[in-house]
């Protein structure tokens, strides 16, 4: 299944990507150790996105780095 993100049509990587997006916004402002876990692994899986270029990871990426600071 494919979805539409900022205007393109990706697959399943976007999708996941998308979906990180929406849980990183919930998690804004809140400073639990379970957030900043949950914020370090989507930083490890975002990493590899990155590397296959998908669409949105990259700044996903820069949205959680700026999170867990």
Known sequence: MAILLGGRLVGPSGEAVAASAQALTFMEGMTSDRT???ITSLRSTLSI???RKVPGATELARRAREARA
């Open 36 to 38: 900043r876990k949950a």
């Open 49 to 51: 996105y990155q590397r």
